[in-house]
């Protein structure tokens, strides 16, 4: 670890860069806006607008021209200056240090500024943001695993939650990010967590439809028919009401997720599917051996709600499921199957 840099040594280097700065970047780019007004079509007509016929400006109004565009340049460069090096220079070195500078280094990803500022000791690692975020759970959503790694050495707190209750492993799994999710799982973090609304890290990574970061979830051990305390939904109910996503099913109905499953309402993940219009899902629920026959505590069944919410797409698709079935139940018929008195009436004349 490398010592800070005392208050004398941040002092100098930061009037070093202002002279440098100063001295050498409104040098350089007012030489390229220079060099570029001067080979611009707009100045080649003012010089030679006579040869066409037409006056050209006054030499005073080309160096005005010239001047405002200078000016421009130099308005840019100053805000720069503001968001720049002299920004990180006075923030990480000059200024008192904030939990506003520390977030900052964070959002942008800066290494060697968020390992300056937590050496420095004046901001602690779990400060959260004016979100209610910590450090770990905003790295952790725009999966930045170096970042993820050095606030984990410094003793920050892999389960803390934020204001509705998430943490950063179930940012990190809504996310995709699977590296983080693999390293926060090694420190500590747990698939039991639930959020406000009693959602699982599968939960919010069914939402995120990331098939690799739900795949190795299973495997690591994730609950895949856990239920929320809201509506009484799986990750499978939660696919079937949001995205409809058929790999993200299929994974969570191969680790063996029920596709008969009822919510608080007593609906189905079919009945969701069916009531979202997701089609594609609801043809691989049904090829999985989900039962279109169950009817939800209001006593209606999925064709039902698909007429009645028009899903006509959805209704052509049960309609046709059902005519295939029919002909099955027929030929279970046949063996015990006995003609009508008037045929055997008929055959006997």
């Not at 350089?28 to 006056?55: I, Y």
């Not at 695993?145 to 799994?173: P, Y």
């Not at 063996?256 to 993940?269: C, I, L, Q, S, W």
Request: glycine share 8%.
């Amino acid at each position: 670890m490398r010592k800070s840099w005392n208050v004398k040594q941040a002092k100098s280097w930061n009037k070093c860069l202002e002279r440098r700065a100063s001295l050498t970047w409104p040098f350089l780019l007012t030489l390229c806006s220079f060099l570029n007004f001067c080979r611009s079509p707009f100045l080649k007509e003012l010089v030679f607008a006579r040869t066409q016929g037409h006056p050209p400006l006054h030499p005073t109004s080309i160096v005005l021209l010239l001047c405002l565009r200078l000016l421009l340049v130099l308005l840019d460069l100053a805000v720069v200056s503001h968001n720049g090096a002299f920004s990180r220079c006075s923030a990480s070195l000059g200024e008192p240090i904030s939990s506003e500078h520390f977030h900052r280094a964070v959002n942008v990803n800066d290494e060697d500024l968020l390992v300056q500022i937590l050496q420095g000791g004046n901001v602690k690692v779990d400060v959260p943001n004016k979100f209610g975020f910590t450090a770990l759970m905003v790295a952790a959503q725009k999966g930045f695993t170096r970042l993820v790694k050095i606030l984990v050495s410094n003793g920050t707190d892999v389960n803390l939650k934020n204001g509705s209750g998430k943490d950063s492993l179930m940012l990190a799994c809504y996310a995709g990010h699977l590296e983080v999710v693999k390293y926060l799982r090694r420190h500590g973090a747990s698939w039991e967590t639930r959020d406000l609304g009693g959602c699982t890290a599968l939960h919010w990574a069914a939402d995120g439809g990331h098939c690799n970061v739900i795949e190795w979830m299973l495997k690591d051990g994730c609950e895949v028919d856990a239920v929320d305390t809201g509506s009484g939904w799986t990750p499978l109910m939660r696919v079937s009401a949001v995205s409809g996503n058929q790999g993200v099913a299929s994974l969570l109905i191969d680790a063996g997720a029920d596709v008969n499953v009822r919510d608080k309402d007593g609906k189905t993940p079919l009945m969701v599917a069916v009531l979202n219009n997701h089609e594609e899902l609801v043809q691989l629920l049904l090829d999985k051996g989900a039962d279109a026959s169950v009817k939800n505590e209001f006593g209606k069944g999925v064709l039902e709600m698909a007429r009645v919410f028009d899903r006509q797409n959805v209704v052509c698709l049960l309609e046709e499921r059902k005519k295939k079935q029919m002909p099955r139940k027929s030929s279970l018929r046949t063996p015990g199957h006995h003609s009508p008195p008037s045929q055997v009436r008929q055959s006997r004349r």
